[in-house]
């Protein structure tokens, strides 16, 4: 079976740019999890869907991230502007049932 | 917020040795769940203890739960290099909506 897919691997970018992170599920499954894992921390929540409706973002900073889900399929999240703080891996992660979920590689962001 | 911390932070131990962590956590949950990370990639799902369950076996691994302490533990029994990684628990929230919050994780280093 064909794992979770994230796109780009690693990004740089320069503070007050902004950034796309791509993420594509795994087939049929209907959540779908943003995470923020900050070097040495756990993940952190971002964002979560179910099929292509927000079930929590209370962790999200609105007024620089977005996300969002077509479909119920493929989600982006995106900064804009970017700070220094961003700096960290961009985790998505799907499941089917609230008993596992299946993680991508990531996308480790680096801001200067 | 972090919903679970992970007690050590690092643990180091010679190879064929036990390596046990702890998981603390703060409010009423349905199951929770032992991921691994190494170095640079995304985590992956290890085992599932549900709420009325005490103790689950999978191998090499033994988890206990305790919902009177709100505490986890999981054991690796005879560890090899190859478990040196990051080890997280996850809490899946009574009412959180599938919701799956990580705490801080434990760094394992197995050493020959």
């Known amino acids: 079976e064909a794992g979770v897919a994230q796109s780009p691997r690693y990004k740089i970018i320069e503070k007050r740019q902004s950034v796309a992170f791509w993420c594509n599920p795994i087939?049929?499954?209907?959540?779908l999890y943003w995470y923020q894992q900050i070097l040495g921390q756990g993940p952190k929540l971002l964002i979560q869907?179910?099929?292509?409706?927000?079930?929590?973002d209370s962790q999200l900073p609105k007024d620089r991230f977005s996300a969002e889900r077509l479909k119920g399929v493929d989600s982006t999240l995106k900064i804009q502007p970017a700070k220094l703080e961003d700096s960290a891996v961009y985790l998505c992660?799907?499941?089917?049932?609230?008993?596992?979920?299946?993680f991508g590689q990531g996308t480790r962001l680096t801001v200067v | 917020s972090q919903q679970g911390e992970e007690d050590p932070q690092a643990l180091s131990i010679q190879e064929g040795e036990n390596a046990t962590m702890n998981c603390s956590y703060k409010t009423s949950i349905n199951n929770l769940q032992w991921y691994r990370q190494n170095s640079g990639r995304g985590l992956v799902h290890l085992i599932l203890i549900r709420s009325n369950e005490r103790e689950k076996h999978s191998g090499r691994l033994r988890v206990t739960l305790d919902t009177s302490k709100k505490s986890s533990s999981l054991l690796i029994t005879a560890s090899r290099a190859a478990d040196t990684a990051s080890y997280f628990c996850?809490?899946?929230?009574?009412?959180?909506?599938?919701?799956?919050?990580f705490g801080t994780g434990t760094q394992l280093k197995v050493e020959l």
């Open positions: 087939s049929g499954h209907a959540t």
């Open positions: 996850a809490t899946d929230i009574t009412g959180g909506g599938n919701k799956l919050t």
């Open positions: 869907f179910q099929n292509n409706g927000v079930v929590d």
């Open positions: 992660a799907s499941s089917l049932t609230a008993l596992r979920a299946f």
